[in-house]
């Protein structure tokens, strides 16, 4: 992966070669830090390229900062603001990925949270596709379960809990799939490893509740949305049993990385009929129309990044 030029480093955007931390930062001993993930899309026609919905994921990252104890005097207009600048300083004409993270900078020995100076940071870098495998994933469930609210927040994005990502991915991809299903404590779905789930089933399009140790996703949220005004169908926040997902219509994962990912097996098990539905397909279409900027009706979810 090519590295940035610039980043938003202690207040100031500076040469990504001068972003350093030192190794006894609290944040890289101890996970206390929270990060976010956000998609610009470029649109070739417009010569622009859209923030999808920055308002929202800066407010989750500093949301998810309180859980940490965080006290910072931005907010998710400054942010955006941020982001823009940083964006433009890049220069880039392509679909990118921006990564803000919050984090604990003291270089102190000590496991705390109060006390401590709180920093944000911020780069991008041109991204693709995050599931490589994104029209036809092959899932496994994984032993790993998903962790806890009461133990590590589940709807922030601590840094620390994704080593329970990491362990998930990891296994999976070993053994040879794309992709797992995680449960939660009381066995119940939850999502994937970085990625919220949604399944179909005779024509209602279920996906777990938040208090099933999801995280709050954006684009789950949009999709929901998108799924109701544009496709006419129902949708259902329930709890999942894993053998619902054997015997669904249809299953995809959404997410700021994963987009809208469709799953067509999972174990050995076809979902459907084992080729992406006509659900995800349309969802997917929809979409990326959407945070191209090519829906007007969509356009109050953009922030374009360069100035006409």
């Not at 609290?26 to 470029?42: D, E, I, M, P, S």
């Not at 104890?69 to 998710?76: G, K, L, N, Y």
């Not at 990326?288 to 109050?300: C, E, F, I, R």
Request: hydrophobic content about 40%.
């Amino acid at each position: 992966m090519a590295l940035p030029n610039y980043a938003y480093f202690e207040g100031k955007i500076v040469p990504y070669a001068e972003a350093k931390v030192g190794i006894l930062t609290h944040a890289l001993n101890y996970g206390t830090a929270a990060f976010g993930g956000l998609r610009g899309y470029w649109n070739e026609k417009e010569e622009q390229l859209f923030l999808f919905r920055p308002l929202d994921h800066f407010r989750r990252l500093l949301n998810s900062g309180k859980f940490l104890c965080a006290e910072v005097e931005h907010t998710p207009e400054s942010l955006t603001k941020v982001a823009k600048e940083l964006l433009r300083a890049e220069n880039y004409r392509e679909d990118v990925y921006l990564r803000p993270l919050l984090y604990k900078a003291d270089e102190i020995i000590g496991v705390k949270l109060h006390g401590l100076t709180d920093e944000i940071s911020m780069v991008s870098i041109p991204f693709g596709l995050y599931v490589a495998n994104d029209t036809s994933a092959h899932v496994t469930f994984s032993a790993w379960r998903r962790v806890d609210d009461n133990v590590i927040p589940a709807r922030g994005k601590i840094s620390g809990a994704y080593a329970n990502s990491a362990l998930i991915k990891t296994d999976a991809v070993r053994a040879g799939f794309d992709e797992a299903l995680v449960l939660s404590q009381d066995g119940h779905v939850s999502e994937g490893s970085a990625m919220n789930l949604f399944m179909v089933r005779d024509g209602v399009v279920y996906t777990p509740p938040v208090t099933d140790n999801v995280l709050e996703g954006i684009t789950r949220r949009s999709v929901m949305e998108l799924a109701e005004k544009e496709l006419g169908l129902k949708i259902v926040e329930r709890s999942i049993d894993r053998t619902e997902v054997y015997i669904s219509d249809e299953l995809f994962f959404t997410g700021t990385a994963a987009q809208v990912t469709a799953i067509t097996k999972v174990d050995h098990h076809p979902i459907g009929s084992g080729e992406m539905g006509p659900v995800a397909a349309k969802l997917r279409a929809i979409f990326s129309d959407v945070v191209h900027g090519n829906l007007p009706a969509y356009h109050q979810w953009l922030s374009p990044v360069y100035e006409k």
